[in-house]
């Protein structure tokens, strides 16, 4: 366990609120917090772009413990920079898409449909093909007895 006191800020069940790391293991943390979550709730617990995700294994008072499923870096933890309150962290899923993601989008949808009317060409281009065949072939097969008949009919008909 390496002692230390570095600001945080946390997510749980969506609601932020500022926290502060006393202590961290490989894989978990003393966290302390002005309303800390009931055991078994997941955190999310960020500090810079380190995102660290747990859950709270202990609470008592304003402290609980949290267990990670990975180990946790002291040096990457250290080195994370603190957010300015003011600045605001961006969840890419919500955040409008740029013009080029927005053509990556359109260019990947406008190629999907012309690979779908190529299949489709090349399916009616093979269904023509074989119903050719089976023309020409049926045309070979009949021929040559019809051709036959029409023979022995003309000649019972003189």
């Known amino acids: 366990m390496k002692e230390l006191s570095v600001p945080c800020r946390m997510n749980v069940g969506g609601k932020w609120s500022s926290g502060c790391i006393h202590e961290l293991s490989d894989k978990g943390m003393l966290v302390s917090s ?7 709730t997941y955190v999310e617990i960020r500090r810079g772009t380190l995102i660290i995700i747990g859950r709270v294994v ?8 949290v267990r990670t499923q990975d180990p946790i870096s002291l040096a990457a933890l250290l080195s994370e920079p603190v957010l300015d309150r003011r ?3 961006i969840d890419r899923r919500s955040a ?5 993601a927005r053509r990556t989008v ?12 190529f299949e489709f060409l090349c399916i ?3 269904g023509a093909g074989v119903a050719g065949f089976a023309a020409v072939s049926s045309y070979h097969a ?14 019972a008909a003189q």
């Open 34 to 40: 002005s309303e800390p979550p009931p055991l078994g």
């Open 58 to 65: 202990w609470n008592g008072g304003s402290r609980f413990g």
């Open 87 to 89: 600045q605001k962290t």
């Open 96 to 100: 409008p898409r740029s013009d080029s």
């Open 106 to 117: 359109d260019r990947s949808a406008s190629s999907r449909h012309r690979s779908s009317a």
């Open 124 to 126: 009616v281009a093979l």
């Open 142 to 155: 009949l021929s040559a007895p019809l051709a036959a008949t029409v023979v022995l009919l003309d000649g």
